[in-house]
């Protein structure tokens, strides 16, 4: 069996933002050289996700306007976590949106579904972080 490991380094200008990684993903597969197996993509970072969905623009506004009503940003004073940050929304947001992924593969390629996409979900940008791509089979 082979292994492959990548980290994916971002820094998104904004607080929030959905980014589609999918390509990124894929060269990372097509580095590795496996045709059979499983990748899995991880956010290593406490305020940022990575997720599978369709990438469509009404879908991520959506997902930005049902999570800012499930954990508003403001105001900050609300959470016990922002005693000197102010990021308790975010931390709850990718509690919501997930870790990780792990996706089949197969002939060489991502076995995804129907406009199936791999997206990174920050939730408190503005600074580097990374996300980290591990690739297991034959």
């Not at 990748?39 to 991520?60: K, P, Q, R, W, Y």
């Not at 959506?62 to 959470?79: C, G, K, T």
């Amino acid at each position: 069996m082979k292994s492959y490991q990548k980290e994916l380094w971002f820094n998104v200008p904004t607080r929030r933002a959905f980014i589609n990684i999918t390509r990124e993903v894929e060269q990372c597969l097509a580095e590795s050289g496996i045709e059979e197996g499983l990748l899995l993509c991880n956010a290593m970072h406490i305020t940022a996700s990575v997720f599978i969905n369709d990438d469509e623009s009404g879908l991520h506004h959506d997902y930005e306007q049902w999570l800012e009503r499930l954990a508003p940003h403001e105001p900050v004073n609300q959470y016990r976590h922002n005693g000197y940050e102010d990021n308790a929304d975010a931390h709850l947001k990718r509690q919501i949106m997930g870790r990780e992924v792990v996706v089949a593969v197969t002939g060489g390629k991502l076995h995804f579904g129907t406009w199936e996409q791999i997206f990174y979900g920050e939730f408190d940008g503005r600074r580097k972080k990374r996300v980290l791509v591990k690739i297991i089979g034959e």
